[in-house]
T-cell receptor, first 113, second 111 residues
Framework: KAGVTQTPRYLIKTRGQQVTLSCSPISGHRSVSWYQQTPGQGLQFLFEYFSETQRNKGNFPGRFSGRQFSNSRSEMNVSTLELGDSALYLC????????????FGPGTRLTVL | GQQVMQIPQYQHVQEGEDFTTYCNSSTTLSNIQWYKQRPGGHPVFLIQLVKSGEVKKQKRLTFQFGEAKKNSSLHITATQTTDVGTYFCAGPGQAGTALIFGKGTTLSVSS
């Protein structure tokens, strides 16, 4: 079975721009979660999508948004980028729930200049 | 709010020495999970513990879940250079909305 894939792997943007990241979960997995990983804050939960609906949301500003398509693929968008948004953005999928075993993708390394 | 804390933050050992990382939650957890992230990699699931006092072993790794289901430990016997990485514990948030991750223990091993 193919693992979780994320594109692009690396991205450089400037402040004020917006960015869209993509994630394809493991086939058959319906729950897709997004995490932000930084050296200072560690792994922080952004949101979870299940059956094309946002089921749970972390404590991030509205600049961070996402969606899920009927094939379970998910995208997250960050608008009006800030320097502090520089991070590794990880997508994780699971069969049904985001509090059970998570299968992480390789991540997208976003640098905001 | 609910917190999951890990100590130590960093640990350096000589190859062959043992290593332990500790995880403490501010609230009772329904389960605790452990992940390993190699340098430059992504977190990979190691194990999930569910029962109070549960102990599970995977080769040289021993995982424990405390009796009160608020703490856990990961012990590695006779470390090898392949054990290098950051070990995270994670537990479900109180509302069951997401996993809350500890900040991890980064293990380095010199041969």
């Amino acid at each position: 079975k193919a693992g979780v894939t994320q594109t692009p792997r690396y991205l450089i943007k400037t402040r004020g721009q917006q960015v869209t990241l993509s994630c394809s979960p493991i086939s058959g997995h319906r729950s897709v979660s997004w995490y932000q990983q930084t050296p200072g804050q560690g792994l922080q939960f952004l949101f979870e999508y299940f059956s094309e609906t946002q089921r749970n949301k972390g404590n991030f500003p509205g600049r961070f948004s996402g969606r899920q398509f009927s094939n379970s693929r998910s995208e997250m968008n960050v608008s009006t980028l800030e320097l502090g948004d520089s991070a590794l953005y990880l997508c994780a999928s699971s069969l049904e729930s985001n509090v059970n075993e998570q299968f992480f993708g390789p991540g997208t390394r976003l640098t905001v200049l | 709010g609910q917190q999951v804390m890990q100590i130590p933050q960093y640990q350096h050992v000589q190859e062959g020495e043992d290593f332990t990382t500790y995880c403490n939650s501010s609230t009772t957890l329904s389960n605790i999970q452990w992940y390993k992230q190699r340098p430059g990699g992504h977190p990979v699931f190691l194990i999930q513990l569910v029962k109070s006092g549960e102990v599970k072993k995977q080769k040289r790794l021993t995982f424990q879940f405390g009796e009160a289901k608020k703490n856990s430990s990961l012990h590695i016997t006779a470390t090898q250079t392949t054990d290098v990485g950051t070990y995270f514990c994670a537990g479900p948030g109180q509302a069951g909305t997401a996993l809350i991750f500890g900040k991890g223990t980064t293990l380095s091993v010199s041969s």
